[in-house]
């Protein structure tokens, strides 16, 4: 079953070296996702799964030793999912090695680590089913969640400014805030879609896996830097 759950932001920025000179921005965004890894470690695990959205190759199962890569944003970094395994899987989506580069600075070593790249379409009934078979994985399954809120919250956002944008992004947080499954279920996936909110779907598979786990939550950072709704929050 689901005994925790962290949810954080995938902007590649994170990563100090992508960033580069504008790291500093995203401090405060760092330190919030850390607190929340510090909740899973909390947590002793038996095992943590890290979903997070993907475009079609990177969709479905990544094993533990899985690598990625931020060459695409100009920087020779490489992570690795976990423990090094003798075998080479297909790279991780950018979402994934986001969080395998938060797991390795936390210095992850609790439980074994797998991935799972989610497509951003995907439909609600889908996620919060795949949700419960990974609550059903182990006997203490924790997750990090993956996720941006919509991209238009602002002129200058990816998606320009749409004004429907900051209502989804407050209702996401509220829902993540007080680890409310139903809210998360409620939230519009064509709308999700229209805001080019890529966490909408991992949120719901979290919503899937928490059904009945009688988890708390707490939200830890709610911004919009660069026009893009950024949320971290833990479940326990």
């Known amino acids: 079953m689901l005994v925790a759950a962290a949810v954080c932001p995938c902007p590649p920025l994170l990563v100090p070296e992508v960033a580069a000179g504008a790291a500093p921005e995203l401090d405060t965004l760092r330190d919030a996702c850390a607190d929340a890894l510090g909740v899973l470690t909390a ?12 475009d079609h190759a990177g969709r479905g199962p990544h094993p533990e030793g899985s690598t ?28 994934l090695a986001v969080g395998a580069w938060l797991l390795a600075r936390a210095q992850w070593a609790e439980a074994p680590v797998e991935g799972l790249g989610v497509g951003e379409p995907l439909e609600t009934g889908r996620c919060t089913s795949t949700g419960r078979d990974l609550a059903a994985r182990a006997d203490r399954v924790a997750l990090l969640v993956m996720g ?5 919250r602002t002129l200058k956002a990816p998606g320009y400014l749409d004004d429907r944008a900051e209502a989804f992004d407050a209702a996401a947080a509220h829902a993540l805030g007080t680890a409310d499954p139903d809210a998360l279920i409620a939230l519009d996936e064509s709308l999700a879609y229209e805001l080019k909110a890529a966490g909408r779907a991992p949120w719901q598979v979290l919503a899937g896996a928490a059904e009945g786990a009688g988890l708390a939550g707490q939200l830890l950072y709610e911004d919009a830097p660069y026009g893009v709704g950024y949320l971290v929050a833990t479940w326990s």
């Open 43 to 54: 947590a002793r695990p038996d095992l943590l799964i890290v979903i997070g959205p993907a």
């Open 68 to 95: 990625g890569t931020f060459k695409g944003f100009g920087v020779d970094l490489g992570v690795r999912l976990g423990r090094e395994k003798a075998v080479a899987y297909r790279r991780l989506p950018p979402s």
């Open 148 to 152: 941006d809120g919509s991209a238009c």
